[in-house]
């Protein structure tokens, strides 16, 4: 992003949202500037992400794409979930969700 400085008083132009457009808007005075695009490209990066949170219901996960053996059903792929250091003082905590069942192990603290 490129910075942009009011050609009156030369004051850091701040972005705006308002509605659908966003403007650059002097702190300083009343000047402001239309036609920011970067909210289109946030837009466009939102869709290409997958859905997640509300509960996959698909029994097959396109997230499962490491390679486990689910000791519940027996289907190899599964899915990395990183719980990170958030969750517990231990190392990253790392739980493989079965792709298919959604059994979840949780694996080896230390990853060399
Ligand atoms: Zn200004
Ligand atoms: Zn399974």
Redesign the pocket.
């Known amino acids: 992003m490129t910075m942009k400085f009011c050609p009156v008083c030369k004051t850091l132009l701040v972005p705006h949202q308002i509605g659908e457009k966003s403007i650059l808007r002097c702190q300083k005075c009343d000047y402001f500037k239309e036609g920011v695009m970067k909210p289109l490209i946030e837009k466009n990066k939102i869709k290409k992400l997958p859905e997640r949170g509300k509960g996959v219901v698909n029994n097959e996960n396109d997230l499962a794409t490491y390679h486990n053996k689910?000791s519940?059903?027996?289907?190899e792929k599964a899915q990395i979930i990183d719980m990170g250091v958030f969750i517990s003082d231990e190392d990253n905590l790392i739980l493989l969700k079965?792709?298919?069942?959604?059994?979840s192990e949780r694996i080896g603290r230390k990853v060399a």
Not at 72 to 75: A, E, R, S
Not at 98 to 103: A, E, I, S
């Open positions: 689910c519940k059903c027996g289907y079965c792709g298919k069942c959604g059994f």
